[in-house]
């Protein structure tokens, strides 16, 4: 169906709070990124995978993890979450063509 | 220092013009140059995309022209529709490491 879910669609957490945000794809594609959008900043890479427990830093990885147990999964995790965290957070896989397929993103407010 | 640039933050331009979109890039290395498309509550789309060693890519209504020597390239959209009102991100890479977003373009077409 190339579709990439992203779980939950909003969020919102209180500061020092941990965060779990999910991307899930059905097109078995080996790489995955996580990316951060803010206003006039446009999307930041945070994390790449390139396949099951083979992640690689992005730019802005500082208090961020991810995990990726199976390739359909990939997991952005943030622990005790900061205000400055708070932004629109996008999953997206890497078809073999290099085309960048994205999930519709996940809002995320630290309070 | 911004490895993409797009050089102008908003664009807007009446129903059946040509709206143009410049974007310049800083690494000599990348090779494939995508133009997204964003509507306001979801993940950016691929709309257009180029490779290096052409100089121009049309699809439709939508042409790249590309520059390698000046290391710039501009989105033509022919015949703007009020459909075509969205934020287009020009973005650069070099193999599996992760699409580099320019700061985007938002476009408005009016009726």
């Known amino acids: 169906d190339m579709k990439v879910t992203q779980m939950p669609r909003y969020l919102i957490k209180r500061m020092g709070e941990n965060v779990l945000l999910e991307c899930g794809q059905d097109m078995s594609h080996e790489t995955m990124y996580w990316y951060r959008q803010d206003p006039g900043l446009g999307l930041q890479l945070i994390y790449i995978?390139?396949?099951?427990?083979?992640?690689s830093e992005g730019d802005i990885p500082k208090g961020y993890r991810v995990s990726r147990k199976k390739r359909e999964h990939f997991s952005l995790i943030l622990d005790s979450a900061k205000t400055n965290q708070t932004s629109v957070y996008f999953c997206?896989?890497?078809?073999?063509?290099?085309?960048?397929?994205f999930g519709h993103g996940t809002k995320l407010s630290v309070l | 220092q911004q490895q993409v640039r797009q050089s102008s933050q908003s664009l807007t331009v009446w129903e059946g013009e040509t709206a143009i979109l410049n974007c310049s890039y800083e690494n000599s290395a990348f090779d494939y140059f995508p133009w997204y498309q964003q509507f306001p509550g979801e993940g950016p789309a691929l709309l257009i995309a180029?490779?290096?060693?052409?100089d121009k890519k049309e699809d439709g209504r939508f042409t790249i022209f590309f520059n390698k020597r000046e290391k710039n390239l501009s989105l033509h959209i022919k015949d703007s529709q009020p459909g075509d009102s969205a934020t287009y991100f020009c973005?650069?890479?070099?193999?599996?490491?992760?699409?580099?977003f320019g700061l985007g373009t938002r476009v408005s077409v009016f009726p």
């Open positions: 180029i490779r290096s060693v052409s």
């Open positions: 995978s390139y396949d099951v427990d083979s992640n």
């Open positions: 997206a896989s890497r078809a073999t063509n290099e085309r960048l397929f």
């Open positions: 973005a650069a890479s070099l193999g599996a490491q992760g699409l580099t």
